[in-house]
């Protein structure tokens, strides 16, 4: 992890309320984001933790292919079938 000074969240499972890190740690939070929950630092490996958010907006697009990834299978979810 060099050079990286962050370690991005995102949520995991949106019902239980569950987060999870870039570095491979799941949070669940009774209630809020961990922001909310003033965890200003992830846990685990210490970096200042940030969210990704899912209706966040296209910043630091280039670097969240897998949030784009999320994205797009939601969408289709919702809006057709999944069926090919
Ligand atoms: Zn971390």
Same mark, same amino acid.
């Given at each position: 992890?060099?050079?990286?000074?962050?370690?991005? %969240?995102?949520?995991?499972? $949106?019902?239980?309320?569950?987060?999870?890190? $870039?570095?491979?740690? &799941? %949070? %669940?939070?009774? &209630?809020?984001?961990?922001?909310?929950?003033?965890?200003?630092?992830?846990?685990?490996?210490?970096?200042?933790?940030?969210?990704?958010?899912?209706?966040?907006?296209? @910043?630091?697009? #280039?670097?969240?292919? #897998?949030?784009?990834? &999320?994205? #797009? @299978?939601?969408?289709?979810? #919702?809006?057709?079938?999944?069926?090919?």
């Amino acid at each position: 992890m060099k050079g990286v000074l962050y370690c991005n %969240w995102q949520i995991h499972d $949106e019902e239980a309320n569950a987060w999870e890190s $870039e570095c491979g740690l &799941v %949070w %669940w939070f009774e &209630v809020g984001e961990p922001k909310e929950n003033e965890m200003n630092y992830c846990p685990k490996c210490g970096r200042h933790l940030t969210q990704l958010a899912l209706d966040a907006g296209d @910043s630091a697009a #280039s670097q969240t292919e #897998s949030k784009a990834e &999320v994205l #797009s @299978s939601l969408l289709a979810l #919702s809006t057709r079938p999944h069926r090919q």
